[in-house]
């Protein structure tokens, strides 16, 4: 509950609290606030209880953690029922993604041929390795024909 506060921060609330009520009441205020929180984690639990018997026997195993979003996910994907680590281990997300941009560039995969798929496509775009020069200015049979009409 309490992870975050270091020792010095506890020495400052200790010295806090007894300055503020004093080295009497400090004791039986402790009392109470222990008290207090006793209490309000019965209240809790029977509530919980409640709750968990009047949903009957089917969610005698229902844990109220997993009513936060992050925990529910966390506890379904773990259990790995729909067999998703076959799917994501089957899945090469790189090879997927190179073949994709060698068919947008108009080349072969490098598990291919060599050799460019169409007579458009330059051998220098074949040396790049499939990458597209964004500095060398296109030639002009490369460029599409203006439409004045589209601007």
Known sequence: ???????????TLVVLAVLVFGPDKLPKFIQDVTRTIRKIREFSESAKDDIRSELGP??????????NPKTFVRKHLNN???GLKEIRNGFD???EMAEVTDAVHGTDSPSSSSTPS????????????????????????DRPPFDADAT
């Open 80 to 82: 790995d029922e729909l």
């Open 93 to 95: 997300l790189k090879k």
């Open 1 to 11: 509950m309490f992870n975050d506060v270091g020792p010095l921060e506890l020495v």
């Open 58 to 67: 089917e969610f005698k195993d229902f844990e109220f953690e997993d009513l």
């Open 118 to 141: 169409s007579p458009s496509a330059s051998p220098s775009s074949g040396s790049t390795g499939g990458r597209v020069d964004m500095t060398k200015k296109p030639e002009e049979d």
